[in-house]
Every structure is written in C-alpha cells, then in structure tokens.
C-alpha cells in the first residue's frame, strides 16, 4: 500500500508563492509517476501537473502553465508543487496523487490515479 501526505499549504497573497510537499511512503517510489489536483470551491477536482516516474516528463494544465512546476526527488520519496505568482483563481484544496499503471503517457484523469493524499489547503487572498 502507498500513503501520500501533503504539506506546505496555507494563506497568501496574490503574487506570493507557496511550494507544496508530497511526502510518499508504503512501496518504493521507484517508477510510480505523480500527479497535483485540485479542487475550488463549487468545482470539481482538476488537474493540475503530473510527472513521470523518473522526472523527465511532466505535464501542466494551461491554467498553471508557465507559473507551477512540479519535480520530485526519488531519494526523498518527495514530489514538490512550486506554485509562483499566485492568483486568487489559485485557491482550493491541492491532491496529491500517484499511478501504478503501464502508460507511457502520464495521465491527466482523476479517475486513473490509485491513491490520494488528504488535501491541504491554498488561500490567496487579494
């Protein structure tokens, strides 16, 4: 089994940055790609980024795009949200989320990813 466990939300300001951490623990975190969601109030869950497992892909929703980047660290077991010029469009609860699956692709689909973490929560204010 794998449990995933977000830190590094909280309250900022438009413009502000926050980095958000996916500490990864259960089964190796070798070869398991990683993905960021989120959901705001009144919506459903997005996507947000995905990595591959070994970091050399990764894949941004065009809201985000040019203002997020997702890395991990396999050593730490580690995959990092850096979210700069925030916005208060930003704000919502942010999922981690791993795939164990055999796709080249790494998938965008909620449905596709096997376990979440708790959500922590991203404020910004303006």
């Known amino acids: 089994q794998v449990q995933l466990v977000e830190s590094g939300g909280g309250l900022v300001q438009a413009g502000g940055s926050l980095r958000l951490s996916c500490a990864v623990s259960?089964?190796?975190?070798?070869?398991?790609?990683m993905g960021w969601f989120r959901q705001a109030p009144g919506k459903e869950r997005e996507f947000v980024a995905a990595?591959?497992?070994?970091?050399?892909?990764?894949y941004y929703a065009d809201s985000v795009k040019g203002r997020f980047t997702i890395s991990r660290d396999n050593a730490k077991n580690t995959v990092y949200l850096q979210m700069n010029s925030l916005k208060p469009a930003d704000t919502a609860v942010y999922y981690c989320?791993?795939?164990?699956?055999?796709?080249?692709?790494?998938?965008?689909?909620?449905?596709?990813?096997?376990?979440w973490g708790q959500g922590t929560q991203v404020t910004v204010s303006s």
């Open positions: 989320a791993s795939y164990h699956g055999r796709r080249t692709v790494v998938p965008e689909e909620r449905d596709e990813y096997d376990y």
């Open positions: 259960g089964r190796t975190f070798s070869r398991y790609a």
């Open positions: 990595i591959s497992w070994n970091g050399g892909t990764t």
